[in-house]
């Protein structure tokens, strides 16, 4: 059980801050950075909620998944230690595979792409474009970190992190699609700005 007394410490006022295994890092760490982005992650899915317009089964999996965000950024903050302690929070095989199934489960029905999607449609599929790009940026900083402190190595970061992170993007695209299901995709048409459509004169 986590307990917040306090919220302002001091303790990183020099720029560090503490890792889950109280090793003292800059703020700048890629491992902060990293669960500090799926933090942002966690918060532009949270207004992406406030809006109202998804469906209940939507709603459900979005909210187990801010759950299991924290998870995560707690794995990110936890360098891998074959000698640990204690069992630390790590993201576990099934989360990813319960991803894939609601994958699998909203692809159901949508068209056929043909081309790229340009965000927008709906309010909430646009807010859910702008959380599979945070989503996005979460997974290469991960992967910058995991290239500085090793993959699934003594010190470094799971490979299931990554992993999770790379199936989470896919199903924020997939759900950005359903929810614009009923007005269709925005598709992308190369070299379409070149014919900008003709002024119109102002009422």
Known sequence: MVHLTRIYTRTGDRGTTRLVDNSLVPKTDLRVEAYGTVDELNSAIGVTLSLGELPRSMVDALRLIQNELFDLGSDLATPLRPDAPTEPLRVISSSVDRLEGWCDEYMGGLAEL???VLPGGT????HLHVCRTICR??????WRAADEFGLDAPGGISSLAVTYLNRLSDLLFILARATNRRDGDILWVPGGSRQAPPLQPPE
């Open 123 to 126: 309010p909430a599929a646009a």
């Open 137 to 142: 940026r979460a997974e290469r900083i991960a």
């Open 114 to 116: 043909r081309s790229f």
